[in-house]
């Protein structure tokens, strides 16, 4: 055995146990076995270049990047727009190409920064596509020119001999694994929230789903939706110290492997139950493929440790930052305590955030533009300009409607020379809730700045949960619900 997981210590010169930090900082420097995450190398960048195919052979790029008039960005990088058609096309055949590079180990460092740079940019363009698992995934890929995961089984180790190794030091595993365990605790954490505890979303997701063969009608029992209830947040919260630990790891890999298979066959979350069950396995010991696939184990008796006080000052300032980053993302996904209001309902805080599976949002949006110059009311046509799926899915974002009416006030100025009123009538439902106003039908919203400031008008959630949740058909809503005086259409859209 060449690692003891459950403390970070190694066979090499067997350290004592210490609770001094410097003692803590020696062991990231401790040899260990790369052939983990040398198969981790090679089944990521698989995994982006089949996500990549995927893309294209599905129609997704031209659905999602090509079709669309407009496109929902992130703040503040509303300056990133997609290429023409050929040119998006061209983006994703280098995703594959540059997947299939770092899978095989060519030209690493360069490879996989060109497939973080790739990636991220297809992440930017389009926030009604976000999931959490493309963020773990850019967080990860921004990560691999500096990791040493090409030193073996790789075309670079074999055209340099020299610059083979069969080991690396230990930050480097436990970098990813802390990256793996991320969207684990996180998500747990999540999911101490009154809506969840109460069976919300859960309870809706499960009766979609009572069309499946077998399982499918026991879909809608309580004592099957409080089964995922209890069962999503104990796993979520347990699932990483039982990876940590020798004695559970192998149940508690098996109780992953099962976990995620359920998702993906009742939740269909594309790549990321996949990609998880095989991350996961960088949890075991770091030799466990040598041993499972036929190989000889490392003796690592020869080689030496680093400690901490004879490293050079550029590996002390770069393993610094390594903890200050780990540090952030510790931090960064509890920013929503800061807000007001629940993230879930103001989308303060929602996104990167891990915050998985927590709320079943439906909404629907009507813009009124008003030029008080001719004293006209249009209502647009959306049609023509956004996708299905992105009319679907950006009224539940305060920062999207505002995005479009941004974009309405431009379409118009552009038509006219003159900036007008936008104002918009929003109706949204969250986990089943009856549905209510959701932002101040009576703010000129292409007045209100782009940045990331404060949004006064988020109306806050009034509306209770219920026992039965809300199943009146969207188009019926404004019959159910007190609105206030709104403009009049008196013009059609030019």
Known sequence: MIENDDSLESDVGSPKRSTSLFRLLDRLFLPVDNASVTLFRIGLGAMFAWWAWDYLATGLVHSIYIEPKFHFTYWPFHWVHPLQPNGMIAVFVAIILL????????????????????????????????????????????????????????????????????????????????????PYVYGGLAKLHGDWLAGEPMRQILASRNQLPFVGPWFNEEWVVFAFVWGGLLFDLAIVPLLLFKRTRVVA??????????????????????????????FFEPDWPRRVLGGTPLGLSPFKSLRWAELPSRSKWGLGLVLVYCLFQCTWPLRHFLSEGDASWTERGHMFSWRMMLRGKTAAVRYFVTDDNTNQTYIPRLKGVISVDQANRFPRDPEMILQFAHFLAREHKGRTGRVPRVQALVLTSLNGR?????????????????????????????????????????????????????????????
């Open 99 to 182: 997947g299939i590079l770092v899978c095989a180990g060519v030209f690493y460092r360069w490879s996989s920064l060109l497939l973080a740079l790739c990636f991220t940019y297809v992440f930017l363009l389009e926030r009604t596509n976000y999931q959490n698992h493309y963020y773990l995934l850019i967080l990860i890929a921004w990560w691999l020119p500096w990791l040493p995961l090409a030193k073996n089984v790789s075309y670079d180790a074999s055209r340099n001999p020299s610059g083979f190794e069969s080991t690396a030091q230990a930050w480097a595993l436990w970098l990813l694994r802390f990256h793996v365990g991320l």
């Open 253 to 282: 890999y098996l109780a992953c492997v099962g976990f995620h298979l359920t998702n993906a066959v009742i939740f269909n979350i594309h790549v990321f139950p996949w990609f998880m069950i095989f991350a996961t396995t960088l």
């Open 434 to 494: 009856k549905p209510q106003l959701f932002i101040d039908p009576n703010v000129d919203l292409a007045m209100e700045p782009a940045d990331a400031g404060s949004r006064k008008w988020i109306l806050p959630l009034t509306e209770p949960l219920r026992k039965a949740p809300w199943k009146i058909p969207l188009n019926e809503w404004e019959k159910h619900v007190d609105l206030p005086q709104l403009p009049v259409a008196n013009a059609r859209e030019p």
